[in-house]
């Protein structure tokens, strides 16, 4: 069973800087794009950063020049770097993944985790 486990959301000042990452594992043969989504209250879920398999990256002109998205392969793991953050970025974060397993292609969502950016 395919499974994605983020970590390090938090709260952090307007400004501050953090990381997230999220781990897939179970059954995997083949992992496609990777991504990270974010959705605030009462707003739609919208794509933040995407990176696929060779390293070609995606992103929202929202947080351009201030995320970085990236990958270790050999890991099954992306990660979000997360730098001058705003109040506005204030949300749930959901990694997404593109998994080739034992017998299908599908896309898998993880738990999500919060960030929250203080004024």
């Known amino acids: 069973q395919v499974q994605l486990v983020e970590s390090g959301g938090g709260l952090v000042q307007a400004g501050g800087s953090l990381k997230l990452s999220c781990t897939a594992s179970g059954g995997i043969f083949s992992i496609y794009t990777m991504g990270w989504y974010r959705q605030a209250p009462g707003k739609q879920r919208e794509l933040v950063a995407s990176?696929?398999?060779?390293?070609?990256?995606n992103y929202a002109d929202s947080v351009k020049g201030r995320f970085t998205i990236s990958r270790d392969n050999a890991k099954n793991t992306v990660y979000l770097q997360m730098n001058s953050l705003k109040p506005e970025d204030t949300a749930v974060y959901y990694c997404n993944a593109r998994i080739r397993g034992a017998s299908s292609i599908g896309g898998y969502w993880g738990q999500g985790t919060q960030v929250t950016v203080s004024s």
């Open positions: 990176i696929t398999s060779v390293g070609s990256t």
